[in-house]
């Protein structure tokens, strides 16, 4: 290989430059390489480079560290083979020297434009700080370190150096390694000057942490502010020792609520975790003062230490309530800080708190005696608090909470104005259905402005919007509420005569717009378009909707990207951000256009050649470019703050920096090599700002990493680094291009390469680097499951090594990596893997895509550091979110019902399994990503994969779990206040009788909280008499002495004359050691039940209390009479008859119907998902009552202590013994009739105990703390009778679950409290639909049929909004319709576009199988857009290719009266089932142009041939010859470009080829492929080219096509597998071709070697070669 030195001289030979002084270029790369290996390496054990370049040394130091397949790594063939794989399946082409130095000269060309001065500071090492910031940005970046020792910078200074490009992240990195063994004073006035991003926090921390050694920091004398501290990564809080705690005085620090607001949620976790470690929890909450001072840090503790608060007599509630309403905190921790305030407080921040409380919170304030405000008096604070907001963020129970109080109790169909007025905002809670029998004439414009908010949807405005035409028919000019714009019909948007002028309501049209239909939206576009391109408009459209100019193509945008650009200036430095942030909404294609069209202006280029001028592409701040000094940057911390300076400026730029994210290949390519850093920083800022599952495209991805071994061969020529495989090339990385990169490009290599890259350091940083990726980024990148596996083992070992065993720090450094680990993480302490879940993973991290073993994996972690699932609170499901996917379904039967109703509103709203995924390999259209996870653990057998299929199961386990907590909260609500009576469903009574847990069916929990409510009220009134006093005071006493008795007899202990206070003492010290076995908890749970009885019994008569004041009837106040209290029962009838029989929450059995298969069902093996094998088979035994007498099968007699009703005497209890409880036994169904040949089978320690939500005495919730005592004698024991009461009452709480005291008080008396119910003993309300939210795609279309048909009507756009995985959609539309009246009736039929725009996404169900229910008539063409959406449609149904015929027949259109360009655009798939003379005939040229990139483009299509010709004819009438096409060209045409003739293909340039898509190759035919050559096809999108099919390749593709397809393809498991099995198919016609075929020119362009370069390099290759 030539030595660099000699390079540079074939360099300067290329060059000429007048100031060029011989030899400079020499003595800089001298310079360079010099410093570079004696400058100390970033990574985490600083050393100079020296010692591990040349790469000798890098081998030898993984042998002497014993690095895992040190002896591979270090193998040169292992070598050699990595660096092939790569060239043959990514495209990784070889980098010579020789080019690389084209890159190096745009270097040097940028340095002949310094001053002389400057130029010789440099070279003598005299450069001042002024010097080195006029210094290129890639200078800058590129300098080895010891250029910035010497310049005499302080903190403030290096921070001035970052904060000139706040985006550029690199430099940022850049600069803080730099400063890692300067002092800390000089460090933290870095970080107090830094104007840090937001998005950077959590990286820069990573730099502090792992970087700056912050933990070990005792012998300071400069402490940081808590703005550094709280970006620390969770393991580096934890790892700060003691000294360097108090020496920083993070205790002060901690005080500082404004910063703490900064730290994620995560963070929280860690720092409290780590304070109340140190300072304990009396500093945290103990006194007042430390309430004050630390209180906010509450928002990162467990539970269970929250609720000490509750009583706590030293601590004022009104600090609470401060701590409450200042900081930000999980709703479960509000909820648990909620019961320790007092009502005065609880009253005050009740609005700012109610979304954050749970339902029985709410019912419960609103049931507290003496409260200041009614619901109704909140009416307006909450519609403030609520609708208000950006986004609606309240759980549907507590929104229908506080709306039933609004509602009046007459049917809809008898509303009067009032009634509609009096529920306001709140009619959101209506469904279009129930909207529909509400009187028009109560909806004129005045109730409009009372009822509407933007929460509403497009089916409830649609009626709501009906209505009012329906009462304000006469008035023709009425102006419509801005709201209700989002429900006009196109042929209203498009009339001469719309409700709104375009000059004056554009702005609310354009906002309204974001709740169309396509067809509205197409509309919407074209009364746009006449003045499309006016500033003004153009500004509007910019900042509200730019994806108005989605119809626009590429061309025209380009031509009128001048326009454009006037728009941004002329909406002003007010709107810079927001237009910044909303134009990359626009589509990728004019994105794409726009840098193309900037790309050719004057100035654009680096000349000579195409490079881009860095400066333009970057909007930089130059001499020629001043920002107005008049303009104040209102965020100067902003990622964009510098473009925003540029924007200011007088010399106006066409702001390409604006448009980064829709870089090409072909412009990625053309970015100066030295400024890759600089410029990949800021496109990735653009490209994850779109949203936490937001993915860069494929090609783009695929195009940055090959940029970055552009830049590494920059470096490697730079610093003198002989380089010759590409394990070598990426050891040339530092932890700054690392964290710049990013993991989601590094995937790119994929796994082996990763893992056996040479230096030990980039390697384990690298990999961290990936570990830190969101596991999303995994199923959509060049990583197969392998892959995953290979990385996370070579990370694990590495740490171990480091660490010397698993603890949280090497959990939290391989991070999203550990589930693909092995058994040696479950080595890791319990608070290690607990802290790791709660402090380390976000909720993006935790939606794992895992194989069965690595599931069980995870499982096996989970149950090791949060305890059997029987014991899990609320916080700990929600902590674990989407891992919960891992467990068993044992596991999740055996979640305390309480725990899992508190987390279900945060389980459904965090989960990502529903979402969408774009550009999963072979998938044409978004999948869902629990699909997707199918797709890539299938490999090449895709989602039909045994493994897929799984991973389909555990999904709707999971989903399933989810609606069944939000049933339970629907439960709560039902039960406990009184439904409106337009919202009571037709089987209500039948379904509340059937969810009693006693054969009585009597909800003794709410009857008991009515009974005390009523003595305290009157007690606080003065209205009971002394001897009602006296009665009700012995009633206390005599219960709490039965229950104090009955307690010890349960225990086996001797009460021996223990006072009240002492036995409550030894129950307490009983319950906090955990000495209770399982059937002594379940029976001091049932003593719970008993002691409510016993106090309804005798206190209904001291209080002279009537069946109709408890709202029962006669027979069942009599009931409550007769029956037997405070019955013990032997342990071992426990065990068999309370303990036995549980059913588990999914019943394994429920069968599909219409033979859907077992994925789509989701069936799950008993053995792949119970815990323990063993179990015992359902006996069907009935539970016995409580009241019975005796257990005739049972051979354990109870222990009787009372056996007879209340009225008669008591008698001692008998002591108890104690058994162990059964081993895991299966339950009988659970409430609903069930078939009786169904069981379920759960595992021992799964089953093992019984939690019941319902064993806390409603005393302690429901009956109030008295008020001051009465003077009266009498009076004076009853106060303190009832407080003892309430102290008993709480240690008969769930005795393995701490405290749900309020929580439980609310939950009826079913057995749907005390064990989760499955899926089909349930029966589903809307309420419990909306609930779950995208989870309820889950439901069966047998739990659609359990509904009732009113519920199912009013849940119409619920369920057709849900995102149904395709394969159900057909059974899920059966079971609708079914249920539908409206659908059975020949009279309401056909569907029409209002019921079209709720049946959304059940549409394509419709079409196939129903189709004739379906009116294609024009006027509900908006509904039909709906349909026309779904490119999943098959193109071969006859049904679905019917229906545009339909409408063409039905609307009379012909080629005199074709389609209009919104009904061609509504149609949209549809128009697949066009016929050859149709599409010549019915889309004219202008609607063609109209809805190509926006609606022909996503077809996906098969078309004849001559259709073919005459689409592609009009493809280039528009666009021109196919030679000329840019990327954005041809990515607009989508699949049109299918139906290029094989010659147009053939002529598109090879940089274009990035714009083929996926729908274009799938339907490309063999001999249309084979006209593209190995260029074109290499140059192909990774996406694009997985579409490729064998039949495609077949009989005969040639050596350099099927090279191009492989090296654009080879991500794609499938097509790799297709390739390396056509091989030997090929070699015949391999050796044909080689006869005849020359070879293929190399690729120029710019990546090309000047020719005058190359012959100096062969000259001074002989020169080398001969010694001359």
């Known amino acids: 290989m030539l030595t660099v030195v000699l390079l540079f001289v074939a360099a300067v030979s290329a060059l000429s430059d007048e100031d060029l002084e011989p030899g400079q270029e020499v003595q800089i790369l001298k310079s360079l390489a010099l410093k570079f290996r004696t400058a100390e390496n970033d990574f985490t054990q600083a050393s100079p480079n020296s010692a591990y370049f040349p790469f000798v040394k890098s081998r030898k130091e993984n042998e002497r560290i014993k690095r895992l397949n040190s002896s591979t790594v270090n193998s040169d063939v292992y070598m050699k083979k990595i660096t092939e794989q790569l060239k043959t399946w990514r495209g990784f082409e070889e980098i010579d020297s020789a080019v690389a130095l084209t890159y190096a000269n745009l270097m040097f060309e940028t340095f002949y434009n310094l001053s002389p001065d400057l130029r010789a500071s440099f070279l003598q090492s005299s450069m001042s700080a002024d010097d080195l910031q006029k210094l290129p940005l890639s200078w800058q970046y590129l300098l080895p370190h010891q250029f910035y020792d010497d310049l005499g910078l302080d903190g403030a200074g290096f921070a001035e150096l970052v904060n000139s490009s706040p985006g550029n992240t690199a430099m940022l990195y850049k600069i803080a390694m730099v400063l890692r063994d300067e002092s800390v004073a000089m460090r933290d006035a870095f970080m107090n000057n830094l104007n840090l991003p937001d998005q950077y926090r959590e990286d820069m921390g990573y730099i502090l942490g792992y970087r700056w050694g912050i933990e070990s920091e005792a012998d300071s004398n400069f402490d940081y502010t808590m703005s550094t501290l709280l970006h620390l990564p969770s393991d580096v809080v934890m790892g700060i020792n003691n000294a360097t705690f108090d020496n920083l005085n993070i205790a002060d620090k901690l005080e500082d609520t404004s910063m703490w607001g900064l730290a994620s949620p995560q963070s929280k976790v860690a720092w409290f975790t780590k304070f109340e470690g140190r300072k304990g929890w009396r500093e945290v909450a103990g006194t007042p003062h430390h309430m004050v001072r630390h209180g906010h840090l509450l928002s990162g503790a467990p539970l269970d230490k929250l609720r000490e608060l509750k009583g706590n007599k030293e601590i004022e509630t009104s600090l609470l309530a401060e701590v409450l309403d200042n900081t930000e905190m999980n709703p479960l921790r509000v909820q648990e800080l909620w019961e320790a305030l007092a009502d005065v407080d609880r009253e005050k921040s009740f609005i700012a708190q109610a979304s954050n409380l749970d339902v029985s919170q709410i019912l419960s304030h609103y049931d507290t005696p003496n409260i200041i405000h009614t619901p109704h008096q909140h009416h307006v604070m909450l519609e403030n608090a609520w609708f208000t907001q950006d986004k609606f963020n309240v759980p549907w129970v507590n929104f229908l909470a506080i709306s039933f109080s609004y509602m009046n109790n007459e049917e809809f169909v008898s509303w009067t104005y009032k009634e509609l007025q009096d529920l306001g905002k709140f009619v959101a809670i209506l469904s279009p259905a129930e909207i529909d029998h509400i009187p028009a004439e109560d909806f004129n414009s005045t109730m409009l402005a009372t009822i509407l908010s933007s929460t509403l949807s497009l089916p409830q405005l649609n009626s709501i919007y009906l209505k009012y035409l329906d009462n304000n028919y006469q008035v023709a000019d009425a102006t419509l509420n801005p709201l209700l714009l989002s429900a006009l019909p196109s042929a209203t948007i498009l009339s001469a005569n719309p409700p709104f002028i375009w000059s004056q309501d554009k702005t609310n049209l354009l906002v309204a717009s974001a709740k169309y239909s396509p067809g509205q939206m197409h509309s919407l576009h074209e009364i746009a378009k006449p003045g499309h391109w006016a500033p003004s408009n153009l500004s509007a459209i910019l900042s509200t909707h730019p994806q108005c100019m989605s119809d626009v193509n590429p061309r025209e945008f380009r031509a009128k990207l001048d326009y454009v650009v006037s728009a941004i200036y002329t909406a002003g430095p007010d709107k810079f951000h927001i237009i910044a942030t909303k134009v990359q909404k626009l589509p990728r294609h004019l994105l794409m256009a726009w840098l193309e069209e900037a790309h050719t202006r004057p100035g654009s280029k680096r000349l000579p050649g195409e490079w881009w001028n860095s400066d333009v592409l970057l909007d930089r701040v130059t001499s020629t470019s001043v920002p107005d000094s008049g303009t104040i940057n209102p965020f100067p911390s902003h990622p964009m703050a510098a473009q925003f300076n540029r924007f200011t400026s007088a010399n106006r730029s066409m702001l390409p920096s604006l448009a980064l994210a829709g870089m090409s290949c072909h412009c990625i390519n053309l970015v100066e090599t030295p400024d890759t850093m600089e410029v990949l920083a800021l496109y990735r800022y653009h490209t994850e700002s779109q949203g936490k599952i937001a993915a860069m495209p494929s090609s783009a991805r695929r195009c940055w990493a090959k940029k970055v071994r552009q830049f590494l061969h920059l470096k490697a020529l730079l610093f003198n680094v002989t380089v010759n495989s590409e394990s070598e090339l990426l050891s040339l990385l530092t932890t700054a291009d690392i964290k710049t990169i990013g993991g989601e490009i590094f995937l790119t290599w994929g796994g082996p390469a990763l893992a056996s890259i040479t230096h030990p350091e980039v390697m384990h940083e690298v990999l961290m680097n990936v570990g830190h990726t969101r596991p999303h980024l995994y199923l959509r990148n060049g990583v197969t499951y392998n892959c995953m596996k290979i990385m996370a083992n070579a990370l694990l070992d590495t740490m171990i090594r480091e660490e010397g065993g698993i603890n949280f720090r090497v959990l939290a450094h391989v991070h999203n990596l550990v589930p693909y680990t092995d058994t040696r993480v479950l080595k890791a302490g319990p608070a290690d893997i607990r802290l790791y879940v709660s402090s380390v993973l976000s909720p993006t991290c935790k939606a794992v895509c895992l194989m069965k073993k690595e599931r069980e994996l995870v499982r096996q972690m989970i149950l090791q550091s949060y305890g059997p699932p029987s014991t899990w609170l609320p916080l700990d499901l929600v902590e674990l979110g989407d891992l919960l996917v891992v467990m068993a379904r044992s596991d999740l039967a055996a979640v305390n019902p309480t725990s899992l109703r508190m987390a279900s509103a945060q389980l459904a709203s965090s989960t990502l399994f529903a979402s969408s995924l774009t550009e999963i390999r072979s998938q044409s259209s978004p999948l869902l990503y629990h699909e997707a996870c199918g797709a890539w653990l299938g490999g090449k057998d895709g989602r039909q994969s045994d493994e897929a299929v799984a991973m389909f199961k555990q999904w709707k386990m999971l989903a399933n779990f989810i609606v069944v907590g939000n049933f339970l909260q629907v439960e709560v609500l039902q039960k406990k206040i009184d439904i409106p009576k337009p919202r ?479 009904e061609a655009a509504s149609l949209g798939q549809l128009l697949c089932g066009l016929r050859e003379d149709q599409w010549r005939d019915l889309i004219t040229p202008s609607v063609f142009s109209s809805i190509l990139t926006e609606h022909l483009a996503l077809l996906d299509c098969s078309v004849s041939a001559t259709t073919s010709v005459h689409l592609s004819t009009m493809l280039t009438t528009l666009y021109g010859s196919t030679a000329n096409w840019t990327s954005s060209d041809l990515l607009s045409t989508g699949w049109m470009a299918s139906t290029l003739s094989v010659v147009q293909l053939s002529q598109l340039t090879h940089h274009a080829m990035e714009g083929l898509t996926g729908q274009a190759v799938k339907h490309l035919s063999r001999q249309q492929l084979g006209s593209l050559s190995h260029h074109q096809l290499s140059n192909l999108s990774p996406h694009a080219a997985s579409f490729i099919s064998r039949e495609q390749l077949l009989p005969y593709t040639n050596m350099h096509r099927r090279r191009g397809i492989r090296a654009a393809g080879g991500e794609d498991e499938k097509l790799v597998d297709v390739m390396e099995d056509i091989e030997s198919e090929m070699q015949m016609g391999d050796m044909k071709d080689m006869m005849t075929s020359p070879e293929p020119e190399p690729t120029g362009g710019v990546g090309a070697i000047y020719p005058t370069c190359r012959v100096l390099v062969c000259i001074l290759v002989t020169m080398v070669t001969f010694g001359l």
């Open 984 to 1462: 009571r469903s037709s089987n209500e009574f039948r379904r509340k009788r059937q969810a009693q847990t006693s054969t009585d069916g009597i909800d003794y929990k709410s009857i008991y909280t009515i009974v005390m409510n009523d003595m305290k009220a009157k007690f606080d009134a003065k209205e009971l008499s002394d001897t009602q006093k006296m009665e009700a005071t012995r009633v206390i006493t005599e219960t709490q002495k039965k229950l104090g008795d009955s307690s010890f007899a349960v225990l086996g202990l001797e009460r021996e004359g223990k006072t009240q206070s002492e036995v409550l003492a030894v129950l307490a010290e009983y319950k906090e050691a955990g000495n209770m076995s399982e059937a002594q908890n379940v029976q001091v749970q049932m003593l719970a039940v008993d002691t409510q009885v016993r106090m309804i019994q005798e206190l209904v008569q001291v209080l002279n209390l009537s069946a109709d004041d408890l709202e029962l009837t006669e027979e069942e106040l009599g009931t409550i009479l007769a029956r037997h209290t405070f019955v013990l029962r032997s342990p071992g009838a426990v065990s068999t008859t309370m303990l036995a029989n549980r059913t588990l929450p999914f019943d394994e059995t429920s069968e599909g119907t219409d033979g859907e298969s077992v994925a789509d069902e989701l069936l799950i093996n008993d053995a792949e998902t119970t815990s323990n094998p063993a179990s015992i088979e359902s006996k069907n035994a009935p539970e016995a009552s409580p009241s019975e007498d005796s257990d005739d099968n049972s051979n354990n007699a109870e222990l009787t202590t009372d056996a007879t009703p209340a009225s008669s005497g008591t008698t001692a209890p008998s002591p108890g013994t104690d058994a162990p409880p059964s081993p895991g036994i299966t339950a009988p169904p659970s409430p609903d009739t069930v078939s009786s040949d169904r069981s379920s089978s759960a595992s021992t320690s799964s089953t093992a105990s019984t939690i019941s939500s319902t064993v806390s005495s409603a005393a302690s919730s429901s009956t109030p703390t008295s008020t001051a005592a009465t003077t009266s004698s009498t009076s004076a024991p009853l106060n303190p009778l009832i407080e003892e009461e309430n102290d008993f009452s709480e240690l008969l709480k769930n005795t393995e679950l701490t405290d749900f005291i309020i929580f439980s008080a609310y939950e009826p008396e079913s057995a749907y409290f005390t064990t989760l119910p499955s899926m089909d003993s349930i029966t589903l309300s809307c309420d419990v639909v909306i609930a779950a939210g995208s989870s309820a795609s889950s439901i069966s279309s047998s739990d659609i049929a359990r509904m009732s048909s009113k519920e199912v009507m009013n849940c119409l756009s619920t369920l057709g909004h849900l995102p149904w995985p395709p394969s159900v959609t057909k059974s899920i539309w059966k079971a609708v319709k079914e249920k539908v009246d409206s659908l059975q009736d020949s009279t309401m039929l056909p569907i029409k576009r209002d019921e079209m725009l709720q049946f959304g996404t059940l549409l394509p169900a419709i079409a196939a199988y129903d189709s004739e229910l379906l009116d294609m008539g024009r006027k509900n063409i908006d509904g039909i857009s709906l349909l026309g959406r779904f490119r999943t449609l098959s193109s071969d149904d006859p049904a679905i290719l019917n229906l545009v015929q339909l409408f063409i027949t039905l609307n009379n259109v012909s080629p005199t009266n074709p389609f209009t360009s919104t």
